[in-house]
């Protein structure tokens, strides 16, 4: 129980960062591309910054484990059970946020832009060829991974926010994937789809039109290649690189 709500916690986290993320990038089109991306990477920072010193079990860090069942300290069986309580948990914890979100107006915010955003994204995402989002997937966490293993060296709360918001800022930025942040971002839109006042359609470009293919199918469909690129991007271009590198050898049992 205590894993779940700490999964539940970190799900709610990083939709907090995709929700002021959306938020600063309403109106940005009056900046330079690479710019707007770079302050959005820098907000969307918050939600690991809150899993890293608040606590809290996310499923794309989780992916690390793979350190551990290498040096047979857990078995399969053990990874995968924790892996997909997690998982879970994540799930629960940012569908809920987009929940109180879609309920409290706060996506109306700026005439509309902000779920002119969110609604941007969520298509977006769900359009991405299968294969491109496996490897946005997979680049996305070994920036997440480092992230994470970096602020393992950290020794106060300053440093361990200066080791993370630079590689998230870059998974962010570069229009990578992670998969907890599309169990929020994807549902937002879906929940803003379903759920908006009539009046918002008038304010923004976006028409019910356009999103057809903005479903719960397409939803879960989208979530299977990112997460693969996930686990492969934390678990072995990260996990396994580092147990090869510093475990490789020692006497494990």
């Known amino acids: 129980m205590r894993l779940l709500a700490l999964a539940v916690l970190a799900g709610a986290f990083i939709a907090l960062g995709a929700m002021f993320a959306t938020t600063v990038l309403a109106g940005a089109s009056t900046m330079p591309f ?93 359009a991405l060829p299968f294969h491109q989002a496996l490897f946005l997937g997979v680049l996305c966490n070994v920036l997440v991974c480092l992230a994470v293993w970096l602020s393992l060296g950290a020794r106060g709360t300053a440093d361990k926010v200066l080791a993370v918001l630079f590689p998230v800022s870059a998974f962010v930025a570069a229009g990578f994937e992670h998969s907890v942040a599309n169990m929020y971002l994807v549902p937002l839109g879906i929940l803003i789809k379903t759920w908006a006042p009539t009046t918002l359609w008038s304010q923004i470009t976006v028409s019910t039109s356009d999103l057809a293919a903005l ?39």
């Open 215 to 253: 479903t719960w199918p397409s939803f879960w469909w989208s979530l299977v290649p990112v997460t693969i690129g996930n686990v492969i991007g934390g678990g072995v271009l990260v996990g396994a690189v580092y147990w090869f590198v510093y475990l490789r050898g020692e006497r494990t049992g």
């Open 34 to 126: 690479g710019m707007s991306r770079l302050v959005a990477g820098l907000v969307f920072s918050l939600g690991l910054i809150l899993v890293v010193i608040g606590g809290a079990e996310l499923f794309t860090g989780n992916t690390l484990m793979v350190m551990a069942l290498a040096a047979r300290k857990i078995t399969v069986r053990e990874m995968l059970r924790a892996w997909g309580m997690v998982y879970a948990g994540n799930f629960v914890g940012a569908f809920g946020t987009a929940v109180l979100v879609v309920l409290s107006g706060q996506y109306l915010l700026a005439k509309g832009q902000v779920a002119e955003v969110a609604l941007s994204l969520a298509v977006a995402k769900i």
